[in-house]
């Protein structure tokens, strides 16, 4: 439950930056442009932007460290595996022994080994942790993408549109992962894509209930 509590405690920090920012940046427009905002889009477009941006922030996102003793050194840390940094006047890249780029192209195979295998190299309870995230986290971490879009983007009302979006964004996050040296899945493309249909479905379902203005 702890490490569960850890990446939504990363992603609020995202995605209140993402808010506030967003809300800065909304308030010069309206101030300069005399035009009056539509509340409800307003805050749909927030929230669909830190949704957007606390997900990078645990699939793309470096861990960054700063540092003065000695002289300023950063380090970019996006996996256990590579990092870059700059120390001592240079800049140097680094990845561990062992650490390689991985891609599965066969839909559902990830999904079945979770299922149907242990990992030696993880206790128990770990083990069932990470099932939890890639598994339904993948999923219904998109919904809300799903549901805000529309909202936020009126040609998103068409199920093509939103699809064509939807995939763009979970096809930068599976590209880049790779280039990071992380895992690129056909199944997690298949999941976050489920997620956000998910979610579409629901705004439809609720468009469809709520009376017409």
Request: aromatic share 16%; proline share 3%; with cysteine.
């Amino acid at each position: 439950m702890s490490v569960i509590m850890n990446y939504f405690g990363r992603m609020s920090a995202w995605m209140l930056i993402t808010a506030i920012i967003y809300i800065i940046i909304r308030k010069i427009y309206f101030a300069k442009s005399g035009k009056k905002p539509d509340i409800t889009k307003e805050i749909c477009t927030m929230l669909l932007a830190a949704c957007a941006v606390g997900i990078l922030s645990e699939t793309v996102f470096p861990r960054i460290a700063l540092g003065f003793a000695g002289g300023f050194h950063i380090q970019l840390n996006f996996t256990s595996g590579l990092v870059l940094g700059y120390e001592n006047g240079d800049f140097f890249r680094f990845v561990s022994q062992g650490v390689e780029r991985s891609i599965n192209l066969v839909p559902f195979k990830t999904v079945m080994q979770f299922f149907s295998a242990e990992d030696a190299r993880f206790s128990q309870e770990v083990w069932n942790v990470k099932r939890i995230i890639n598994l339904f986290g993948n999923v219904f971490l998109f919904v809300p993408l799903g549901f805000l879009l529309p909202i936020a983007y009126k040609k998103a009302e068409k199920f093509s549109k939103m699809f064509l979006i939807g995939s763009a964004y979970v096809l930068f996050i599976e590209i880049t992962q790779y280039f990071i040296y992380r895992a690129t899945d056909i199944d997690d493309y298949i999941l976050n894509m489920f997620g956000i249909v998910m979610g579409f479905s629901a705004y439809k379902l609720m468009k469809k209930r709520l009376p017409a203005e």
